[in-house]
């Protein structure tokens, strides 16, 4: 059992599915998770922009950084998993949600 108590499922998945589709964008994918953040335009005015970098280190395409020894992910929890099978299409009994 994780540390946190969270429950967590693999994101092999979630990110197969990402890399194969070519219709499906980082944005749609961050907006259904609630990976977005705030961002400063180029005229210093802020707005709301998709955390594609969180989306990468989440499915495991790139190492996170933030954990020791620079890990690519391959676990996500339970209730982020929940949001991503409809973006996806996913049956959420073929990936364990």
């Known amino acids: 059992m994780p540390k946190n108590t969270t429950e967590h499922v693999s994101n092999a ?8 589709n070519e219709e499906l964008t980082s944005r749609e994918v961050c907006e259904a998770a609630g990976w977005m953040m705030k961002m ?5 005015q802020y707005y709301v922009g998709a955390d594609t970098g969180l989306l990468q280190r989440k499915l495991g ?5 933030r954990l ?15 949001k991503l099978v409809g973006v996806f299409g996913f049956d959420p009994v073929d990936v364990d949600v």
């Open 68 to 82: 020791k020894g620079n890990p690519t992910r391959t676990t996500i929890p339970y209730d982020e998993a929940v």
């Open 40 to 44: 400063k335009g180029r005229r210093g």
């Open 61 to 65: 395409i790139k190492p996170d950084t």
């Open 13 to 20: 998945p979630f990110r197969e599915e990402f890399l194969r």
